[in-house]
Every structure is written in structure tokens, then in C-alpha cells.
């Protein structure tokens, strides 16, 4: 069994998967909003042992662990860097061995994005097809991109949909620029939208919603609650969003002429397939070969998607066992299925 | 020698190139207006024949030639479908087949920005790169796309950098959609917005200029001359192109994280470098990455580009002769270079 650790902005996602990529345990945590990179990922500790309690192991008798992480991450390492959305993580912080050292088993950091896209293109929504965009929708806007069945990563760089420009000198985006996909529909975005506008007066009850869940921040269910409620502010920041995603996502298509677009991240999987229908509606209008347009479908691993992408990843990176110590672990444990996994192809 | 036709919206460049790609001859014809793909066919074989003429050859001694043409190109059979910025070409037209007639040599033809990204690609500015994007900045805005060293073409409609959307509910595009890239910065719109303002009363010698060279529409010439005598419109929507290609470019590179973009097509080649940096300029405020921005050039091969590139594209499908016909026809012809030439690497 491994472990997958999904670390958002604002949630910690933990998974234990077997050897066919079965989510068997799990725990989500809220993302600390205060301290240091040492409180959140003692934060990823605690997760993934609840995951793995519930998965009925010990941590350390994973075969090995992922994680995704935001900012920008070392894989040769393990460290990242520059981690927005954190606390207190402009510096560097050596978040696979300080989590190896915790949990006692091999652990490997990617990119949040990346994990999740490839999780969704070889186990998910993605199956199918040998070109996609993966758009997580969250926090802020992720991008993944998969061309020939591979990851396209540019110079390392690459996917960074959310800041493709939607509406040169429109709203202010929380990297600094001006009138980037995020800024109109990054959950963090939002949330700086819906407090100045209801400092200036606007109408609704998306704050007191928050206050009775005991939350500090707009997550995804407090915007489903709020839409659901039909407030008024809440349905026109989404609206807004859902136009932002249109355009951005049609962009992207009218470059590169992919396949498929999935769209996940906390608050795509939140709404789900009535509202991929409504990014494909706000899209089309700006689609060059509308003729032909590209499948758009929900994340199909859901919440569970970063999470398993981390485990993926670590399960290409981890040192194999050679052939015969792995037959003599097999004799050992009766586990041969599991200590024997590959990626699947 | 290989003969290769660039058809634009604006103009038809012909070029005749020896075995390693020097332009040995080239001829260049104003794009009719009016009549039907036949009228501009005629026009290419016209332009094909006087460079042939330039290179002391007739057509049909060309080993074969190429087409670099708009609209939907159909590489097997040679006939495009469907080209804007082209009279009468709502249906489909045997472009191939019609100049392998006229001329008397095997013809070829492919999309015109895929063959002018592939000859800067191989030949030109993009040389040194191993991923780039190219924009053609003329009376539409194309792109074309290098990764790994080969095009990516998608699901066969991919580069279309010009639509992508750079302001949400902005200014109509000729395409009919809203907020393009294209609609500030393609030629034809620009054209629409100046005598749309001169309509409105704004101060212009554009159409003068336009007058004064006997054309009928407002050329990249033409644009620079008024450039150059401090044309408030000119410089005014001159301006609004290079904030738009700015940030189209951004968006696509913060996107694909390419290594370089080349700027090429009739105003990119004629303003060159010193608006190659304006538009640099331009795209470093919405790049996301902007410790690490790819290289920006000018196309390197200029206004032959696209012609050099049909030429590419026909050395690349012409059916080539067996070792022994080729040794036979060496002996005989004595141009050993030329009929056995290839594709560079």
C-alpha cells in the first residue's frame, strides 16, 4: 500500500491506495491559515496516519508516500519553495525528508497540479484520451497539460492556466497581475471580491454562513450552501467565474486543440457536472473550431485525485526492490500484489 | 530547385530555392480582392513563374513546389476549403492539383503558418530551440507550435494564438467573436477600427497614404509610413496591437513554457526588432514565470519565410526517386546537389 498526500490551500487531503489504486483509508484536514511550513506538514503527518489507522497500517509499513504541493517543489529533494497560498512559506522548507523522518517511509514531493492531472489522465477522466488539459479550480487555477499521453512541462514552468490573461486591465489577481483567469475565478480571488463588495454594501449571507460553520475562510461548501440559498452575491461572483473559465479554457484550446478538458480542484469536484456543462457553455461562444469542440468532463477521481496522483508519483520514483529480494518480501509477507504494483500503462 | 508560394491575405510571395535554401529567385503579387480562388490561383502560378524566371528555370524543372495557404488545408488531395481573407473561397477549391496543371511540376500544400513556423523552426530564428511558439502578426494574427523539436498541430486545428481571448466582452474580431487577440492586432481589424474612427472624426493620413500609394488597403507599408510621420490613429492602434500581443503571447507562454517565440508575418517582419521588444515589453507584466522569460526574435527569414517553408513542405512529400533513377537523372542533368537534397535535420 502507499501513501498520497494532496496539500491545497486549503484543505490536506491524505490517501492510502493498494496495489490497484483503491482509496482504503483517508483523512482530510483543514490547511493551517497561521505558523510555519513545520505546523502544516506535521499537519500532512497527521493526516496520512489516520489514513493509513484506516486503512489498518502503520505509516511506516507504507511502501512509500507522495505529495503534491504548491509552490515550487525540488523533486530531486523533496524541498519546496515559494509555497503562496501557505503560511509562512516564502523561504524553502524540506518537506519530503522532514515527512520521511515522521512517517518512517520513503516520501516524494511533486507538483499539486501535476500529480492530479496525471491521475486523472492515467486512472481517471483522462483515460480516454491521449491530449487534455487538466483545470483544477480551486484556491487558485491549475493547469495541467498531457500531449501524446505525456506531461508537458516546458522548462518546468508549463500549466499555469489560471494566469493566462482573460481581460487585459481587468480584476487584480492574488499573484499581483492584472486580468488573469484567477482573479475572476480562484476561490481566493473570490473571497477578496465578496468581502469588498460587501464592505461596499452588496447584500449577502455567504460571511454568516462561514461564521455558523465555524469556518475563517469561503471554502467550496460554504459557496455550494450559498448558491443553493440563491444569495444573490454568491451566484454572480460564480457567474463571473464561470465566464472567466469559459474564456480561459477556450484559449487554451485554441492553442493547443486538445482532446479533452477535465476540470477538478476543490471547487470543480464541489459543483460538479452542472456546472462543467456551464464552463462548456461559457466556452463555446470563444471556441475558433466550435465545430469541434473538445470533451469536458469532471475530474472522474474526485477529491481523492491529488492524493492518488501523489501516490502514483511515488510509486515511479520509489526504489524497487531487485527481482529477488522482492520475490523473498512476497514469500515474507503473502503480499505479492501489492510489493509487486507497477504504474499501470 | 524547389519553388515555394506563400499565400496571404495581403500578397502572394513566391520564392525559387536552390538545394540549401538560398531564395534564388522570388516574385510578389498584391492578393486579388475580388473573384473567385481560380483568379487567385492564376495570380499564384503568375508569381511562381516570373521567380522561376529570376532563377533562369522554367516551372516545370522545379523538382516540386509548395504552397503555404490559409484556410482548411486537405495536405492529401491539395484543395482548401473555406478561406478567410480570400475572395470567394466559401467552398473548396483543388489548389494542387490547379497549379500542378498550370505549372508542370508536383505541388504540394499545407497550412500557411505551419510552414512558415517549420522553416523558422529549421532554418530560421528558431534554429537554437528545442520548443517555441510562432506568431505571425499580419492581417490575421496565426501561430504555430514547436515542441520537442516537432509541430504540434492537436486535433489538426491547433496555433490559433490569434483567438485566443485576451479581454472578455472586448472588441469584435473578423472572426464574429469578441475580445481576440486578433481584433486588436490582426491588420484587417485594425484596418475596420481606422475607418471606423476616421468615421467618427478622427485625425488620420492612413487613407491618404493609402491613396497616395495606389492600394486599396492599408498595408503593413502603409502602417509603417504613417509610424513614421507620427500618425496619432496609427500610433494609437499600433499601440493597442502591441499591449494585445503582449498579452495573448503571455497567456500562451504562460501556458506551453516554451523557450522562445518567434515574431514573424507581414507587420512583424516589417516593424521588426525594435517592436519585437515593444511587444516583449508588453508580455512581461502578465507572465507568470517572469524570473525566466523565454527568448522573443524576429523570424529570421523575413517575408521569404513562408515561401521557404512551402518549399520545405514539398521536399518533405515529393515523391523522391530511387537511388538509381536519381544517379541516372545526376549524370544527366549534372545537378547532383539539387536532386539529391533533403530536409535539414
Not at 57 to 68: F, K, M
Not at 69 to 82: F, K, L, N, R
Not at 231 to 260: T, Y
Request: net charge positive.
Amino acid at each position: 500500500m502507499r501513501g498520497g498526500i494532496d496539500l491545497g490551500g486549503t484543505k490536506i487531503q491524505a490517501v492510502v491506495v493498494d496495489s490497484k489504486w483503491n482509496v482504503v483509508g483517508q483523512s482530510r484536514h483543514p490547511t493551517p491559515t497561521k505558523g510555519k511550513p513545520a505546523g502544516v506538514a506535521n499537519e500532512m503527518a497527521n493526516a496520512l496516519r489516520e489514513a493509513a489507522a484506516e486503512a489498518g497500517i502503520e505509516p511506516g509499513d507504507l511502501t512509500s508516500a507522495g505529495v503534491g504541493s504548491p509552490g515550487d517543489v525540488d523533486e530531486s529533494t523533496g524541498s519546496v519553495s515559494q509555497a503562496r497560498n501557505l503560511p509562512g512559506w516564502e523561504g524553502t522548507f524540506e518537506t519530503g525528508p522532514w515527512l520521511a523522518d515522521a512517517l518512517g517511509t520513503q516520501v516524494f514531493v511533486g507538483n499539486d497540479v501535476g500529480v492530479a492531472t496525471e491521475a486523472e489522465a492515467k486512472l481517471g477522466a483522462g483515460r480516454d484520451y491521449n491530449s487534455l488539459i487538466g483545470v483544477f479550480w480551486g484556491t487558485g487555477v491549475g493547469g495541467g497539460i498531457i500531449l501524446n499521453g505525456k506531461p508537458w512541462l516546458g522548462r518546468g514552468a508549463a500549466g499555469e492556466i489560471g494566469h493566462m490573461v482573460v481581460k487585459m486591465d481587468g480584476a487584480r489577481c492574488t499573484c499581483g497581475r492584472r486580468g488573469c483567469m484567477e482573479a475572476y475565478a480562484g476561490r481566493a480571488a473570490m473571497e477578496i471580491e465578496a468581502r469588498k463588495r460587501q464592505k461596499k454594501g452588496a447584500k449577502t449571507d455567504l460571511f454568516k454562513i462561514m461564521e455558523k460553520r465555524d469556518r475563517d475562510r469561503l471554502t467550496s461548501g460554504i459557496w455550494a450552501r450559498a448558491l443553493k440559498a440563491e444569495d444573490p452575491l454568491a451566484k454572480e461572483l460564480i457567474d463571473r467565474a464561470v465566464e472567466a473559465l469559459g474564456a480561459g479554457v477556450a484559449s487554451a484550446v485554441n492553442l493547443l486543440d486538445v482532446e479533452a478538458v477535465i476540470i477538478g480542484g476543490g471547487l470543480g469536484v464541489r459543483f460538479g457536472e452542472p456546472y462543467v456543462k456551464r464552463i462548456r457553455k461559457a466556452m463555446m461562444p470563444h471556441l475558433f473550431s466550435d465545430k469541434n469542440p473538445p470533451a469536458i468532463e469532471v475530474a472522474a477521481l474526485g477529491d481523492f485525485g491529488g492524493g492518488i496522483g501523489a501516490a502514483l508519483l511515488a510509486s515511479n520514483r520509489e526504489k524497487k526492490p531487485s527481482r529477488r529480494t522482492r520475490a523473498k518480501a512476497d514469500a515474507a509477507s503473502g503480499d505479492g500484489a501489492a510489493a509487486g504494483a507497477e504504474t499501470p500503462a
